[in-house]
């Protein structure tokens, strides 16, 4: 259940207003807190208190946004509502301007858990609220965005956008597309049917994941090399039950294909004075850092994820800084490109 900095959701704070007002108890402003604060459906939430400046926002939120008819009478005293009223959180929008609300809801979430902006959870919360009845049969816990860096969008042209408009859309329409695709390494052109389920951002650059009608198995397909899409009618196929893509996705280092069916426990032994980069610029997720090794001068640091090309090439652009200690096959994969790169200057 997601919490805002008051603890307590935005939306149950409203419902509970609401009912208390359509009690007709004529609740104050301490009345309102206590009880909001003591109820055993609010409680459940967390130990912390809602503060009175939070239960003042919620209630002109109520008045000037949802419309609530609430006034403070003070001959009563209390809080009143002047007129019959039902809580309706629909707020009217086109079925182009939901989609671009959804699409904002799922930029907003790239920042949802950012320490460095946690007012941000009260205002996305809120956000969702009077989205909520937008989508039917599908969970907002969802978004179909990842991205890794926050200027990304600077580095898309304008046959860029355009397809990071189509692709969403076919994303939020459960729409098969069928894609004319250009490889950097030939000329050749080739076609692919693909139910999109993510769009995900890597080093500036964007790409569509998704399951391949022909092949029955999963594709990456970069923006720049799109040539033309199409929206078909053939059947799409929806993630297998209780998978969830973006999380899969997020064992990978980089967007390249792994080897291995699975994620594996990497290790490396990084020089003392290089650590403070690593650690201050993960090279994964999973990082973690041991204790330094004086007598060696080096620390290990372990990380799980898939094997991949992307991630050699990462590992090695550390240079002498970071040596692979294991598994065996990306040590001998690292030694065979370094090899080349050796032959190379011969």
């Known amino acids: 259940m997601a919490k ?6 935005v939306i149950e704070r409203y419902r509970f207003i609401d009912d208390q007002l359509q009690r007709n ?46 006034e403070y009478k003070r001959a009563i005293p209390g809080y009143v509502y002047t007129k019959e009223y039902t809580l309706n959180y629909v707020v009217p929008a086109s079925e182009e301007e939901k989609k671009y609300i959804r699409f904002a809801i799922d930029l907003l979430k790239q920042k949802k858990f950012n320490s460095i902006l946690p007012f941000f959870d009260t205002a996305l919360q809120k956000t969702l609220f009077g989205f909520t009845l937008f989508v039917e049969n599908e969970s ?26 189509e692709i969403y859309d076919a994303i939020i329409e459960k729409q098969v597309l069928e894609i004319e695709y250009k490889r950097f390494e030939n000329n050749k052109t080739t076609k692919h049917l693909i139910s999109a389920y ?7 650059k964007f790409y569509v994941i998704g399951h391949s009608n022909i092949t029955d198995d999963f594709v990456i397909l970069a923006f720049d090399r799109i040539l033309k899409i199409y929206k078909t ?22 967007i390249s294909s792994p080897y291995g069916k ?21 090279i994964h ?7 330094k090794n004086k007598k060696t001068n080096t620390t290990n640091v372990e ?24 598994p065996k096959i990306l040590v001998d994969r690292i030694k065979k490109r370094l090899e080349k790169v050796n032959a190379n200057y011969k």
């Not at 009618?233 to 980089?254: A, M």
């Not at 997720?285 to 204790?291: D, F, N, S, V, Y």
């Not at 994820?305 to 692979?324: H, Y």
Request: proline share 4%.
């Open 233 to 254: 009618k053939k059947k799409y196929i929806k993630p297998k039950k209780n998978f969830n893509v973006k999380n899969h996705f997020s064992q990978y280092y980089g």
């Open 303 to 326: 990380i799980n994820c898939f094997l991949s090309r992307d991630l050699e090439s990462k590992l090695l652009s550390f240079g002498e800084n970071v040596t692979v200690k294991s």
């Open 25 to 70: 108890q004529h609740p104050t402003r301490e009345q309102l807190l206590n009880r909001l604060n003591r109820s055993y459906e609010v409680l459940r939430f967390n130990k912390k208190k809602v503060s009175k400046q939070t239960l003042d926002e919620d209630i002109e939120f109520m008045k000037n946004i949802l419309g609530a008819p609430i």
């Open 198 to 204: 993510l769009i995900k951002e890597y080093n500036s």
């Open 140 to 165: 907002l816990d969802q978004n179909f965005i990842d991205l890794q860096n926050d200027e990304a969008f600077n580095g898309l042209n304008n046959a860029g956008t355009d397809w990071l408009r």
């Open 4 to 9: 805002t900095i008051d603890s307590i959701p």
């Open 285 to 291: 997720k999973t990082q973690i850092i041991g204790e």
């Open 262 to 282: 699975y994620p594996v426990l990497i290790t490396l032994e990084v020089s003392n004075s290089y650590l403070p980069y690593i650690e201050s610029r993960p």
